[in-house]
């Protein structure tokens, strides 16, 4: 089963629950992976600490011209037709820019002399190793890349298919996030009892519902806030997996990186309660 | 010899736009016979992307074998590298102040992009 | 005209409540909000929208289902899996790349303009302010942060204001780029957790790559004092001023559910520490407006 963990917005706790809810399931026995789908800024292997033993280079495809090859002046249907404006004629020659490529291999289709193959860009690194038995998977898009969405395909082509695989999104509702969670089989979103937690979760309600994916409420820092994220979700009918109490040594745990599960063991069954809500669910 | 000033409008009278990608559009001016011809430039300001290396594209194509401009970006400036033309700085001025500046060795050649970017150059 | 641009890295670090704070201090200034990822501001500035204007950017391919033959060739050959066994795209998987359009051999794809959401002018007891909504799922790019700032660089020009007060996209993407470039000081956001010290790190490089001046406050100080301190010396290092330290109250929380800024909440507590904040940017803007011109 495929958990992937969401929010609106980042600073909800996401990460926590990723991590805990892997930890929690280990506990129990399970086979777990935890893949770290945040490229951006991937924080999971401060919690988790775990020993690298695989570490893998992330490449994108993108063009590389043949300029003997090139009808040069008289064509330029390359670049004309780019639609990510990553090619130019300098002169005398097709320029590429591969920054701004997206590898959709338009050109080489297009070109009528073949002149154009294509040639492999690193964009990030993708590692894995293993902390308190669990498999982690972690990607790191370089600094000033722009694309993380095939980082994120491929990082989550590592993970097994079978035992429970948790998936931590990056925040928003925005590319990078569709992509991890459009193949799970369960999103669990994380949002706190705010009118900015509310308004966040809203936006992510309408994209789950929107790609029919199933998924439940965790409330995190439960009490520091309102009631209406709370009202909200009865409301409209959205499952409430948990709800983490605030406080104070919890906002302190976490920024120091400890697992919340074993620093302050009275959250462990809200994490029972979770994960059974989740299955319960699966199986209905 | 051809040159290709940003500018914010198409007179002589127009001021230097300080922008290369995102310039409102070039003026090509030719040193030799004192002719010159606008380029209209509005595509590439509302281009998301790839703005510098469009209009580096654009103003070689128009002939220009120089390039005075205020800012310019490292892709913008390595297309105009890879094509053998010159960049040079000007201060925001008019754009026949520049043209002046420009004939009387004024200016200073630039040899490295001075804005680092991703979308603006 | 300066613009002040608030960014910080992913992990909510009260971003949005430092910068409602700020706007409500200082000069007359024009709002940009730039993390329409997700869009807080207006639930504490309550704007009062003035214009809509729809925002359209990039290309969708669309399948005329009676043109199609069901050949598979598009499928086959989009690398982004966007077209489903039905042939239908799906919108939010499509790049807008075309080359499908141009696969198919019985012209059945066409390329159409991609409608992302709207974006606003509206008025605000703080000033004007230009904001944006995506759709969902929509990809928060560039192009819109940098329709929202010109956009408010145009009003502040016609109202005869001189200051731009940003809100900028989170993280380290083109978006966050796209929200730099070109202002006169970025204000880091950081609140000191492990996650939040290493994205504070991340987005400093950026500063420091676009060469824009920059300081950091660090919210939830008193959460963990040696990770703050740590933080300090960061700044130290990077020769950063540290433009001040907001200590974690619930009064942050209980001034969101009241819609309010923390200045206007708690003026005397909390207001106290957003003033001296801004007594520092506006040295910063002092120092930055009289190197530019001298
Ligand atoms: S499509 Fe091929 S032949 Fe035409 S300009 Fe591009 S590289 Fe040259
Ligand atoms: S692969 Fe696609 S994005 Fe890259 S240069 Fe070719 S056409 Fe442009
Ligand atoms: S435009 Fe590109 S991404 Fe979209 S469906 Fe066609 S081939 Fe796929
Ligand atoms: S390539 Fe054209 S005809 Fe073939 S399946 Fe796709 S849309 Fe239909």
């Known amino acids: ?284 | 010899m051809k040159v290709g000033i940003s500018s914010t409008g198409k007179t002589f009278q127009d001021q230097l736009d300080p922008r290369f990608g995102r310039a409102a559009g070039f003026i090509i001016f030719d040193l030799d016979s004192g002719q010159s011809e606008y380029l209209d430039n509005q595509g590439n300001q509302q281009a998301s992307k790839g703005a510098g290396i469009h209009s580096a594209q654009n103003v070689v194509q128009a002939g220009a074998n120089a390039v005075i401009t205020g800012h310019i970006g490292p892709k913008a400036f390595a297309a105009l590298d890879s094509g053998g033309v010159k960049v040079f700085q000007s201060e925001v001025k008019s754009v026949q102040e520049v043209i002046d500046d420009f004939r009387q060795g004024n200016l200073t050649q630039a040899h490295n992009p001075d804005k680092p970017g991703h979308w603006q150059g | 005209m300066q613009e002040i641009v608030v960014i910080s890295g992913k992990g909510g670090t009260g971003k949005t409540s430092v910068l409602s704070a700020l706007a409500s201090l200082g000069p007359p200034k024009i709002l940009a909000d730039c993390d329409v990822d997700a869009a807080d501001l207006h639930l504490i500035m309550h704007p009062r929208i003035q214009k809509r204007q729809e925002f359209i950017s990039g290309e969708l391919a669309r399948i005329d289902p009676d043109a199609c033959t069901q050949c598979g060739l598009c499928r086959e050959y989009c690398r982004f899996d966007a077209i489903d066994e039905s042939f239908r795209v799906w919108e939010q998987d499509c790049e807008g790349c075309a080359l499908c359009y141009h696969v198919c051999p019985s012209g059945a794809i066409r390329m159409e303009p991609r409608f992302n959401g709207y974006w606003y002018v509206s008025e605000t007891r703080f000033g004007t302010m230009v904001h944006a909504a995506l759709l969902p799922g929509a990809e928060n790019s560039g192009k819109l942060v940098t329709t929202v700032r010109t956009e408010a660089r145009e009003i502040a020009e016609d109202q005869g204001i001189d200051l731009i007060l940003t809100d900028g996209s989170p993280g380290i993407g083109c978006p966050v780029i796209a929200s730099l470039s070109r202002t006169n000081l970025a204000v880091i956001v950081a609140e000191p957790t492990l996650a939040a010290v290493s994205d504070l790190k991340r987005v400093q490089e950026l500063t420091s790559y676009f060469g824009i001046p920059s300081g950091i406050v660090i919210n939830k100080a008193d959460i963990n004092d040696s990770l703050s301190d740590e933080i300090e010396r960061f700044a130290k290092d990077k020769d950063l001023p540290l433009l001040g330290r907001i200590p974690y109250e619930e009064k942050i929380t209980r001034a969101q559910i009241e819609g309010k800024s923390i200045t206007e909440y708690d003026p005397s507590g909390l207001g106290e520490y957003m003033h001296r904040i801004w007594d520092g940017i506006q040295e910063r803007l002092d120092a930055e407006q009289k190197a530019s011109t001298a």
């Not at chain 1, 770290?36 to 570490?55: I, K, T």
């Not at chain 1, 694309?147 to 429970?164: F, V």
């Open chain 1, 1 to 284: 089963m495929r958990i992937a963990i969401a929010s609106g917005k980042g600073g909800t706790g996401k990460t926590t629950v990723a991590v805990n809810l892997a930890c929690y399931l280990r506990n129990l026995g399970r086979e777990v992976t935890l893949v770290d789908c945040d490229v951006e800024e991937p924080n999971c292997h401060y919690f988790l600490s775990p020993e690298w033993d695989f570490q893998q280079a992330h490449n994108v495809p993108v063009p590389s011209i043949d300029q003997d090859a090139c009808r040069g002046e008289s064509c330029l249907l390359c670049v004309r037709e780019c639609r990510y404006n990553a090619l130019i004629w300098m002169v005398n020659h097709v320029m590429t820019f591969p920054e701004l490529c997206h590898g959709c291999g338009l050109c080489s289709f297009l070109c009528p002399e073949g002149a154009i193959s294509e040639i492999t860009r690193e964009t990030g690194i993708m590692r894995g190793g293993k902390a308190r038995g669990i498999d982690i998977y972690s990607g790191s898009l370089n600094i000033k890349e722009a694309m993380a969405p095939p980082l994120i395909n491929q990082l989550k082509s590592l993970a097994p298919r079978s035992g429970t695989v948790i998936l931590d999104a990056p925040p928003g509702t925005s590319c990078p996030a569709v992509a991890t969670v459009h193949d799970a089989d369960y999103v669990i979103l994380v949002a706190e009892p705010t009118p900015f937690g509310l308004h966040d979760f809203k936006l992510s309600v309408d994209v789950l519902k929107q790609m029919e994916l199933p998924f439940g409420l965790v409330i995190n820092r439960d009490g520091m806030g309102d009631n209406s994220l709370l009202d909200y979700a009865k409301q409209e009918g959205i499952p409430v997996l948990a709800r983490l109490p605030h406080s104070r040594e919890a906002a302190r745990s976490y920024s120091t990186g400890k697992i919340l599960i074993e620093d302050l063991p009275d959250f462990i069954e809200q994490y029972e309660q979770m994960v059974n809500t989740i299955y319960s669910r699966q199986k209905a």
